[in-house]
């Protein structure tokens, strides 16, 4: 019977020994990337962290990958990832590419059932942004908005005051009479 609990090898020695290296470096990685790295993801933030959690137990357990490979790999990776919004930055064609749009859900009270099934959301998801918006009343929201980050904007019609600017024109289908002005 091979052994499950401990097979003699030398595999724990390493783990015990490169965790702390790992860890400290992916600390460092994420200082020098930015808060980035950690706030609300994106689509494009999610993968770059899953990516680096697989490099981290890559690093960590198995036999052939060096500490110094698995550094190397997830300072590349953050390097991209933060090449890659800086390009964003500068390029709205690159922002595009790595950035969802945000969603119009909700217009003037009534749900878009085209837009929730695109997006995948259900009237119960929407109900529960409202209520920690609190937010009593669909027939009181102006739009709902899902936003690259998947969290839920809630606009009412108390907000549509006017002011200068508004914070709704890179939402495709809401037109410049409905903005605020």
Known sequence: MPPIIYDG?????????SAPFLYAAVILFIRI???????????????????MGSLVG???????????????????????????????MRSPAMER????????????GRFLKDAMRKERVTEAEILA????????????VRFVILESDARFSVISDREQEQAPGSALTDVPGIS??????
Do not use: C, H
């Open 129 to 140: 942004a409202l209520r920690e918006n609190g937010v009593r009343s669909l027939d009181a």
């Open 97 to 108: 590419a790595i950035k969802a749009e945000p969603r119009l859900l909700v217009r003037d």
């Open 58 to 88: 890559s690093g960590l357990i198995l036999k052939d990958v060096q500490l110094a490979e698995a550094l190397t790999a997830i300072f590349a990776l953050m390097a991209l990832q933060y090449l890659a919004t800086w390009l964003a």
């Open 9 to 17: 090898s030398d595999l724990l020695v390493k783990m015990l020994v």
């Open 176 to 181: 410049a009479p409905d903005a605020p002005r």
């Open 33 to 51: 990337a930015g808060k980035r790295s950690t706030s609300q993801m994106n689509n494009f933030d999610w993968i770059v962290t899953v990516a």
